[in-house]
């Protein structure tokens, strides 16, 4: 049986070179897959969450492994229902959610990394969304970097993508390169499997499953089409020429200087420079030039045109008709804008995006650099919105004030410390991009009150007895800043410092901030691998029934009185995980049932 690392590594290789697959369903029987999947995913929050059924990452094993593949074996694995529920969006709407069974969950993952591997070398440049390495900072910045000079913005927003996909051709495109009937079928089943929602069974007769581990890499695969389309038929009809002609007018300016400079009159010659800067050296309207660019966020897609807005126009209604009558999409009419890119904004992935405007000469940082020229004229600029800035606040805020967090007042001072400091630090971190990031000044205040006031509401205090108790500063790349720390004392190690601020609001061009998921290790937690592997209870040394119990948490181990050993156990290592046997499992169960009544 080949090892994980090497069946990625062969299924890299072809999609590399653009081979077929054929025979992928037998990589479903190797259970090197499976404990791969298992390490990848048992540490997620959903873990220990149940679906339709109460199993979960508690007690797994190799026996529930080798019963996986039993089934697929003899096709007789069937996807279970996921369990619906309904999660709040921004616009008061909600949005659902699927919960699948651990199984389930195991086996989308081992899906997952056999399309991930395959069709990660296929996929485009230009999409960003659910890509190891790539996020939300790698599309911003290929747009800040590359679109120079764009006159119009063309936002595209596909209505309820997700959920829209059609089956039928999501299959179809998989067997364009899967040529594999019982993997298909594999796919087929999960993809219909339906959801229970209040104990009704629903039907899903189009879309992926929201919640779902491949959900991502498949979505990405149907809408290659779309990059493929925008690359291969709308970029080469709507790009042209090398250059934009030169501007009769600048050239006429520079004639005059020529004949003033040969004349002496110096006067003449400075006002005819000062009338220079402020033209462009290239004919903005030359008919012969053409500049049509593209980046895709999962289902939010920005396209950026140089050239007349009849154009523009085409470009979406083409968008429009290639999603409809291909992909069986649609466009959201509220949210599809055609935007003039020095005038206006386009809003892309939160931030807000235009193309900067300045009859200003500038120098380039490099003193041997003596152009004097309007570099910042025609620069794409990323801005924070001020909606952004005002929402966020607005969860600090009472009657229009900072005021305190009742919720979690009752907390030790670095938890709260911590909590405040993490979501400041999200949210900075996230639009450091920005031109001006500056504005973030007013949540930092706001935040900054909200702690301190919850600080003082615990220890019965006031604002600035807390500030001065935890304020510190700090080195950063531009200086010393003050911030804000708790610490926890650990005895001969290191203490556990949280810190809220400190992060100097300067724009960073370089700022990466990849997605979550699935962009983990490749290989990651080996070590849990290798103790279930080992086959020897952690508790009692036997090596009949090994599983693996899981905890959601390690404040789950708090306990009144003397903990039992396997509760310290799990502390002293600081792990959710112990591999145990049967009869040890059972025995955990019991006495943790004893505690909860």
Same mark, same amino acid.
């Given at each position: 049986?080949?090892?994980?690392?090497?069946?990625?590594?062969?299924?890299?290789?072809?999609?590399?070179?653009?081979?077929?697959?054929?025979?992928?369903?037998?990589?479903?029987?190797?259970?090197?897959?499976?404990?791969?999947?298992?390490?990848?995913?048992?540490?997620?929050?959903?873990?220990?969450?149940?679906?339709?059924?109460?199993?979960?990452?508690?007690?797994?094993?190799?026996?529930?492994?080798?019963?996986?593949?039993?089934?697929?074996?003899?096709?007789?694995?069937?996807?279970?229902?996921?369990?619906?529920?309904?999660?709040?969006?921004?616009?008061?709407?909600?949005?659902?959610?699927?919960?699948?069974?651990?199984?389930?969950?195991?086996?989308?993952?081992?899906?997952?990394?056999?399309?991930?591997?395959?069709?990660?070398?296929?996929?485009?440049?230009?999409?960003?969304?659910?890509?190891?390495?790539?996020?939300?900072?790698?599309?911003?910045?290929?747009?800040?970097?590359?679109?120079?000079?764009?006159?119009?913005?063309?936002?595209?927003?596909?209505?309820?993508?997700?959920?829209?996909?059609?089956?039928?051709?999501?299959?179809?495109?998989?067997?364009?390169?899967?040529?594999?009937?019982?993997?298909?079928?594999?796919?087929?089943?999960?993809?219909?499997?339906?959801?229970?929602?209040?104990?009704?069974?629903?039907?899903?007769?189009?879309?992926?499953?929201?919640?779902?581990?491949?959900?991502?890499?498949?979505?990405?695969?149907?809408?290659?089409?779309?990059?493929?389309?925008?690359?291969?038929?709308?970029?080469?009809?709507?790009?042209?020429?090398?250059?934009?002609?030169?501007?009769?007018?600048?050239?006429?300016?520079?004639?005059?200087?020529?004949?003033?400079?040969?004349?002496?009159?110096?006067?003449?010659?400075?006002?005819?420079?000062?009338?220079?800067?402020?033209?462009?050296?290239?004919?903005?309207?030359?008919?012969?030039?053409?500049?049509?660019?593209?980046?895709?966020?999962?289902?939010?897609?920005?396209?950026?045109?140089?050239?007349?807005?009849?154009?523009?126009?085409?470009?979406?209604?083409?968008?429009?008709?290639?999603? #409809?009558?291909?992909?069986?999409? @649609?466009? =959201?009419?509220? +949210? /599809? !804008?055609?935007?003039?890119? &020095? *005038?206006?904004?386009?809003?892309?992935?939160?931030?807000?995006?235009?193309?900067?405007?300045?009859?200003?000469?500038?120098?380039?940082?490099?003193?041997?650099?003596?152009?004097?020229?309007?570099?910042?004229?025609?620069?794409?600029?990323?801005?924070?919105?001020?909606?952004?800035?005002?929402?966020?606040?607005?969860?600090?805020?009472?009657?229009?004030?900072?005021?305190?967090?009742?919720?979690?007042?009752?907390?030790?001072?670095?938890?709260?410390?911590?909590?405040?400091?993490?979501?400041?630090?999200?949210?900075?971190?996230?639009?450091?991009?920005?031109?001006?990031?500056?504005?973030?000044? #007013?949540?930092?205040?706001?935040? @900054?009150? =909200?702690?301190? +006031? /919850? !600080?003082?509401?615990?220890? &019965? *205090?006031?604002?600035?007895?807390?500030?001065?108790?935890?304020?510190?500063?700090?080195?950063?790349?531009?200086?010393?800043?003050?911030?804000?720390?708790?610490?926890?004392?650990?005895?001969?190690?290191?203490?556990?410092?949280?810190?809220?601020?400190?992060?100097?609001?300067?724009?960073?061009?370089?700022?990466?901030?990849?997605?979550?998921?699935?962009?983990?290790?490749?290989?990651?937690?080996?070590?849990?691998?290798?103790?279930?592997?080992?086959?020897?209870?952690?508790?009692?040394?036997?090596?009949?029934?090994?599983?693996?119990?899981?905890?959601?948490?390690?404040?789950?181990?708090?306990?009144?009185?003397?903990?039992?050993?396997?509760?310290?156990?799990?502390?002293?290592?600081?792990?959710?995980?112990?591999?145990?046997?049967?009869?040890?499992?059972?025995?955990?169960?019991?006495?943790?049932?004893?505690?909860?009544?």
């Amino acid at each position: 049986m080949q090892s994980a690392e090497t069946v990625l590594d062969v299924l890299r290789e072809r999609g590399r070179r653009g081979l077929p697959l054929e025979q992928l369903y037998r990589q479903m029987f190797n259970p090197q897959l499976y404990l791969l999947a298992y390490g990848r995913i048992y540490a997620n929050k959903g873990a220990m969450t149940a679906g339709v059924t109460q199993e979960t990452a508690d007690g797994m094993s190799l026996g529930r492994i080798d019963r996986i593949i039993g089934a697929m074996r003899h096709e007789r694995y069937r996807f279970r229902p996921v369990r619906r529920v309904h999660i709040p969006k921004k616009n008061g709407k909600t949005r659902p959610l699927g919960m699948p069974t651990w199984s389930d969950k195991l086996v989308g993952e081992v899906v997952r990394l056999l399309l991930e591997a395959y069709y990660e070398p296929r996929f485009s440049d230009r999409s960003h969304g659910f890509r190891p390495g790539r996020g939300c900072h790698t599309a911003l910045r290929e747009v800040a970097n590359t679109w120079t000079g764009t006159t119009w913005f063309i936002e595209g927003d596909i209505a309820d993508c997700f959920g829209s996909f059609d089956h039928e051709i999501l299959v179809g495109i998989l067997a364009e390169n899967i040529h594999d009937n019982r993997f298909l079928r594999l796919l087929r089943n999960m993809l219909t499997a339906g959801y229970l929602e209040d104990w009704q069974w629903g039907e899903t007769l189009s879309g992926v499953p929201q919640g779902g581990i491949a959900s991502p890499v498949l979505s990405n695969i149907y809408l290659h089409k779309l990059d493929s389309f925008v690359e291969t038929v709308l970029i080469p009809e709507y790009t042209r020429g090398r250059l934009r002609a030169r501007n009769p007018a600048y050239r006429k300016v520079e004639q005059a200087i020529v004949r003033a400079k040969r004349r002496g009159d110096r006067a003449e010659v400075r006002a005819l420079y000062r009338q220079l800067h402020s033209l462009p050296s290239q004919d903005p309207n030359d008919p012969e030039y053409r500049r049509l660019r593209y980046c895709r966020y999962a289902d939010d897609t920005l396209l950026g045109f140089a050239g007349p807005k009849t154009e523009a126009a085409q470009i979406k209604q083409r968008l429009a008709e290639f999603l #409809r009558e291909d992909l069986k999409l @649609e466009l =959201s009419p509220e +949210k /599809t !804008l055609i935007t003039h890119a &020095r *005038s206006q904004r386009a809003r892309f992935l939160g931030y807000e995006i235009a193309v900067a405007g300045s009859d200003r000469r500038t120098r380039r940082p490099d003193a041997s650099d003596r152009r004097n020229r309007r570099s910042v004229n025609g620069t794409v600029v990323l801005h924070v919105p001020a909606d952004v800035v005002k929402s966020k606040a607005s969860l600090y805020l009472l009657r229009g004030k900072p005021a305190r967090r009742n919720r979690i007042v009752n907390e030790d001072d670095y938890t709260i410390v911590g909590k405040f400091g993490a979501e400041y630090r999200g949210i900075v971190q996230y639009y450091l991009l920005a031109y001006d990031v500056s504005r973030l000044h #007013r949540l930092r205040w706001v935040m @900054e009150t =909200s702690m301190l +006031k /919850t !600080l003082a509401s615990k220890h &019965r *205090s006031t604002v600035t007895k807390m500030a001065a108790r935890h304020k510190a500063k700090i080195a950063t790349p531009h200086g010393q800043r003050v911030c804000f720390e708790a610490s926890i004392a650990r005895g001969n190690r290191k203490l556990l410092v949280a810190r809220f601020g400190g992060i100097p609001l300067r724009r960073n061009k370089t700022a990466v901030v990849i997605d979550r998921q699935p962009h983990r290790p490749l290989y990651p937690h080996k070590k849990l691998i290798q103790r279930l592997l080992k086959g020897m209870c952690e508790l009692c040394k036997q090596t009949d029934d090994i599983e693996v119990h899981h905890i959601r948490r390690l404040a789950d181990l708090e306990t009144a009185g003397t903990p039992p050993p396997w509760a310290k156990a799990m502390a002293n290592k600081r792990r959710k995980t112990l591999v145990v046997c049967r009869e040890c499992h059972d025995q955990i169960h019991a006495h943790r049932a004893t505690m909860t009544q």
